[in-house]
Structure formats: C-alpha cells, structure tokens
C-alpha cells in the first residue's frame, strides 16, 4: 500500500509558478512511475504528466510541453511538479498518482492523493 500526500497548491496571478510536491510513503517508490493528473471543474481528469521508474524519463500532455516539468527525488519518497507561466486554464486540482512496475506510463495507476487545488486569477 502507497500512500500519496500532495502539497504546493494555491491561489496565483496569471503568469505566477508553482511547485508541486507528492510525498509518498513506502519503501518501494523507485519501482513506481508516477503521475500527475488534474481535474478542472466540470470536466475529466486529464493525464498533465510522468516520470517512468526505470529511466527517470519525463513524459508531458501536448497542452503542459514547455511550461510544466516533472521530477522525482526517490531519496526522498517524492515527486515535484514545477509549473511555470501560470494561465486561468491551469486551474483545477492537481493529483499525484502511483503505478506499479511495469514499463509504460499510460494505463491505470494503481494509488492516487487527494488532490492540491491550484487556481490561478487573472
């Protein structure tokens, strides 16, 4: 069992940055991949970003290329999604997600957060 906690959220100008963080608890996080999803109001949860287990590559939405970048510290259990030139579109709520072993990043995850709000004033 994994046991994702996100933090990082907020209120911000457009134009602003964040950084996300996803600490998670277990022994085994390096044999994750992990994920960053976010639901806007009244809509689905849409794939942003992740970062595979067994080359640390990053892999982005087509919407996130360029402004968003996600990290992982397996040191210390946690992901980080940095989100740069903040626009009212980016707001919604932002999950950090786990998936066990395999080697793709698409597909179900197996643990999900609760979710950090980020929303982003005009």
């Known amino acids: 069992q994994v046991q994702l906690v996100e933090s990082g959220g907020g209120l911000v100008q457009a134009g602003s940055s964040l950084r996300l963080s996803c600490a998670a608890s277990g022994r085994t996080f390096s044999t994750y991949t992990m994920g960053w999803f976010r639901q806007a109001p009244g809509k689905e949860r849409d794939f942003v970003a992740a970062i595979a287990w067994w080359s640390s590559s990053p892999y982005y939405a087509d919407s996130v290329k360029g402004r968003f970048t996600i990290s992982r510290d397996n040191a210390k259990n946690t992901v980080y999604l940095q989100i740069n030139s903040l626009q009212p579109e980016d707001t919604a709520v932002y999950y950090c997600?786990?998936?066990?072993?395999?080697?793709?990043?698409?597909?179900?995850?197996?643990?999900w957060g609760q979710g950090t709000q980020v929303t982003v004033s005009s």
């Open positions: 997600a786990a998936k066990r072993g395999g080697h793709t990043v698409t597909g179900s995850y197996d643990y």
